[in-house]
């Protein structure tokens, strides 16, 4: 079990090393000038050498690389070529704001697609059931940005105006004392997820409903609540459990576009930002975090696999 | 995922005759359900607008018609968009390049993620592990961040974005054709096959590659319907197909500011999208359990 897990983590950090050397190269070590790339076709051969220096394009690649894990390791990330401001200064209320969105969107959306799995399989094959059913299917092919549009047209621009189609939040101000501008990109987020979520809850407690410990407990007369809530949901979860964390990690990815759509002031909205700007130092550091996340959660499911699977806890391996 | 849906030792006796009949024994299956028919039935109807939109559309999808965002009437069927040009020609026109895009990216990531797939489980050993490790590393990023990164690096073009969409893609099929074809590889007909000497890619295209196929519909079903997702967002957020190409999510970043007063802009494509994405997943899942379906021998 501890050498299975001391595995896991090496392997984590392995490909974590792996991935910047992917994002060290796609932009900067690539043939063409990455000062070029910044500052377009027209610029002058002085600012071009000024940022030549900065960025350090004049040393070899290998020495570029290891400055720059340097600088991400100890947590100095550069400086923005667009906005010439420090890219940690830059980003870090975003992650802040980024992080309270997918925590928001999470703690409503496991219970909530919990409790919707568990409806649907009580009352399999019934209406509720096909209807629900059929639309999570439906809902689980839609591209998050076209729900967040979707959603911008019932609740903020056309059908009605209740809520903000744009997340006006002011730089400096954090996205939890504002609540109701995070309300269309949660509920967007949320969308997302909860059918991958339902559908193997749903399958998962059908099975268990069938067991012969459910049907010994509704024989010894227990309340059907009682039956469903402490004897099936138990057993049921676990897979349940794990897509979430899947889709935790699926989230650190879904607020790019969901961020743009709404204008939210995230990481997200400012990787396309910086995209479109050809601001390197930027994407570089959003992509890094980005794949951190994304990494780091991925284990945590695996782990959290392990420690609920029995068979597996024990295998020795 | 499933587990191969025709046991292959039969395949292995019966030979081509009844290999081609597996595609069909899944595909009817797939036809019986009925959310499978009306997905098919809502992709063909899109993949029909996508082809013949053009065809029918009134005006050029270019042609300046009247003033901007106006509303429909004065010949046009759903007003004109931000610049004047006429919403429902540039909606006909607009499908063709996201279907276009979608299907080159499926094609490019279901045929490298197969090849990686099927050598990765054939093979064994180092290779495997370092096919299945690389593919990690791809897996490391979210497929947009992945995007973006090299949107970064060579600027928007569609030839780089269908290639980019297919490579990112292809490491997630290759670990469900990998995960289905170990079920084969230690088979009698594969060490029959070798035995008599057949070429390597000769047991990989026709004696694995048979009896992956039900994983492979699904998976194909499955990378379509998240291609036309990621084409569409990233043709959406300006880093796929330049303006003023007539295409769907260029379209919804066009007119997405002028909503209030000029819907159908987005409206249209914002559906267009939506009915295509849902009903390759219809015909996805009917794929699936159709699969599982043949699996249990029912």
Redesign the interface.
């Known amino acids: 079990m501890t050498r299975f897990l001391i595995r896991r983590i090496l392997?984590g950090l392995?490909?974590?090393l792996?991935?910047s050397i992917?994002?060290f190269a796609?932009?900067q070590a690539?043939p063409?000038n990455a000062a070029r790339?910044i500052l377009g076709r027209d610029a002058t051969p002085a600012r071009l050498a000024a940022l030549t220096q900065q960025l350090h394009l004049n040393r070899s690649v290998f020495s570029q690389y290891f400055h720059w894990l340097g600088g991400i390791v100890t947590g100095s990330l550069g400086t923005s070529a667009a906005t010439e401001q420090p890219v940690s200064s830059l980003i870090g209320g975003r992650i802040a704001n980024s992080a309270f969105l997918v925590f928001v969107s999470a703690i409503i959306a496991i219970p909530l697609s919990i409790s919707l799995g568990v409806w649907m399989a009580v009352r399999r094959d019934k209406p509720a059931d096909h209807i629900l059913s059929?639309s999570s299917?439906?809902l689980?092919?839609?591209?998050?940005?076209?729900i967040g549009?979707?959603l911008?047209?019932l609740f903020a621009?056309?059908v009605s105006h209740i809520l903000p189609a744009v997340s006006l939040i002011p730089p400096g101000e954090h996205a939890w004392n504002v609540p109701k501008e995070v309300i269309l990109p949660a509920a967007t987020l949320i969308i997302a997820v909860t059918p991958y979520i339902s559908r193997i809850m749903r399958a998962s407690m059908v099975e268990v409903l069938e067991s012969d410990y459910v049907t010994m407990a509704r024989l010894k007369g227990l309340p059907n609540r009682t039956v469903i809530w402490r004897h099936a949901v138990p057993n049921a979860i676990v897979p349940a459990i794990q897509v979430s964390a899947l889709q935790l990690a699926?989230m650190?990815?879904?607020v790019?576009?969901v961020e743009?759509v709404f204008s939210f002031p995230g990481v997200g909205a400012q990787?396309?930002d910086?995209?479109?700007n050809?601001d390197?130092p930027v994407?570089q550091a959003l992509?890094i975090i980005?794949?951190a996340v994304?990494?780091v959660v991925n284990l945590l499911a695996d782990l959290l696999t392990i420690l609920v699977t029995p068979r597996l806890r024990t295998a020795g391996r | 995922m499933s587990t191969p849906a025709i046991t292959a030792d039969e395949v292995a006796v019966a030979g081509p005759a009844i290999r081609q009949r597996q595609w069909m024994v899944l595909i009817r299956a797939t036809m019986h359900q009925w959310?499978a028919r009306i997905g098919l039935g809502i992709f063909l109807l899109m993949v029909a607008i996508a082809l013949f939109g053009p065809l029918i559309a009134p005006h050029s999808p270019d042609a300046f018609v009247g003033a901007p965002n106006s509303p429909a009437g004065n010949g046009t069927l759903f007003g004109t968009d931000s610049l004047g040009r006429d919403v429902w020609s540039r909606f006909l026109h607009g499908g063709l390049s996201v279907l276009g895009m979608s299907l080159g990216a499926t094609v490019i990531g279901v045929g490298l993620g197969l090849v990686v797939g099927l050598t990765a489980a054939y093979i064994g050993g180092i290779t495997d592990e370092v096919l299945m490790?690389i593919s990690?590393?791809?897996m490391?990023?979210?497929?947009?961040?992945l995007a973006?990164?090299?949107?970064?690096?060579?600027g928007p073009s569609v030839p780089l974005i269908i290639l980019i969409v297919g490579i990112s893609t292809a490491p997630r099929v290759a670990r469900v054709i990998r995960g289905a074809a170990l079920q084969v590889v230690e088979r009698d007909f594969v060490k029959a096959a070798e035995a008599v000497g057949e070429k390597r890619t000769r047991i990989l295209f026709g004696e694995l590659l048979p009896n992956v196929t039900s994983p492979l519909l699904v998976e194909v079903g499955l990378r379509l319907?998240y291609s036309?997702?990621?084409i569409?967002?990233l043709n959406?957020?300006?880093?796929g197909i330049q303006p003023p190409a007539a295409d769907w999510g260029v379209m919804?970043n066009e007119n997405?500011l002028a909503?209030?007063v000029q819907?159908w802009g987005?409206?249209l494509p914002?559906l267009a999208?939506?009915l295509l994405?849902?009903g390759?997943?219809?015909l996805t899942?009917g794929f699936a359990r159709a699969a599982i379906g043949i699996d249990r021998g029912e």
């Open positions: 392997l392995l490909t974590l792996l991935v992917v994002v796609a932009t690539l063409g790339a059929t299917l439906a689980a092919a839609l591209p998050d940005f076209v549009i979707g911008a047209l621009t056309n699926y650190a990815g879904g790019v576009l743009f990787l396309v910086s995209v479109g050809r390197i994407v992509a980005i794949a994304y990494v | 959310r490790r990690d590393v791809f490391a990023f979210p497929q947009i961040v973006l990164l090299l949107v970064t690096a060579f319907t036309i997702g990621l569409a967002a959406f957020i300006g880093d919804i997405r909503v209030s819907p987005v409206v914002i999208i939506a994405t849902i390759t997943n219809l899942d």
